[in-house]
């Protein structure tokens, strides 16, 4: 089974809104990964945890806040988002290793984010 | 660093053709990943195929396979038998094969839009 599911598939959300986005995966992946993708642009990478622990940031405003509570889960919470940050989230995952790789990620439906 | 580079902004294929989408990268790793994804407009990215670095045989499945020529710095995708459902945009991309912290970072081209034409 290669299926990560993503809730919720479409997200509108005011200014002063606190909101999160979830994401599972049942494949016994150790690293997962969040992506922000513009329309007609190639996705972002915002943040990637490796074995439950955040090992990637790519210099993302506070306002996005991750949490891996466990090896098939993966959060975003977000508080108090620009209309700029209206795009595609996008959760993925794939093996882990110091050595083996590079290993495909699977990528999850998305969700389509609208901020008011 | 590494750069993936993408030429085909737009490309059209009639139906039950052959078309060939173009990748060129760029990178100082010795060893390392190539990938190609396919995002219909649905919005969920899928992996297709995938080419290691020192693999000698070029990748195939099933319709997909992967023209690479190390020399060149080239991982061109050709999709036979084209189907309308190939319609979708396409991502080239790379990753070094090794991993300090065991998650391995994609480097994305800009992607190509494929159009199969009835």
């Known amino acids: 089974d290669t299926e990560v599911t993503q809730t919720p598939k479409h997200l509108v959300m005011g200014m002063t809104n606190k909101k999160s986005l979830k994401c599972e995966q049942h494949?016994?992946?150790?690293?997962m990964y969040w992506y922000k993708q513009k329309a007609k642009k190639p996705p972002e990478l915002m943040f990637v945890y490796s074995y439950e622990k955040l090992s990637i940031n790519e210099s993302v405003p506070s306002r996005f806040s991750p949490e891996c509570p466990n090896s098939s889960l993966l959060n975003l919470h977000l508080h108090a988002l620009q209309p700029e940050d209206s795009a595609l989230y996008l959760c993925?995952?794939?093996?882990?290793?110091?050595?083996?790789?590079?290993?495909?990620?699977?990528f999850g439906p998305g969700t389509r984010l609208t901020v008011t | 660093a590494q750069k993936i580079t993408q030429t085909q902004p737009g490309m059209f294929v009639q139906e039950k053709e052959a078309v060939t989408l173009d990748c060129t990268y760029d990178?100082?790793?010795?060893?390392?990943?190539l990938f190609w994804y396919k995002q219909p407009s649905s919005g969920e990215m899928i992996f297709l195929i995938y080419?290691?670095?020192?693999?000698?045989q070029n990748a195939t499945e099933g319709r997909y396979s992967l023209n690479f020529q190390k020399a060149r710095k080239s991982a061109n995708l050709v999709i036979s038998a084209s189907q309308l459902g190939d319609s979708a945009m396409y991502f080239c991309a790379m990753s070094p094969a090794y991993s300090g912290a065991g998650s391995y970072q994609l480097t994305f081209g800009k992607g190509t839009k494929l159009s199969v034409i009835p």
């Open positions: 080419q290691g670095s020192y693999d000698e």
């Open positions: 990178t100082s790793d010795q060893s390392y990943g």
């Open positions: 993925a995952s794939s093996h882990a290793g110091l050595a083996g790789g590079p290993f495909e990620q699977y």
């Open positions: 494949m016994g992946h150790r690293a």
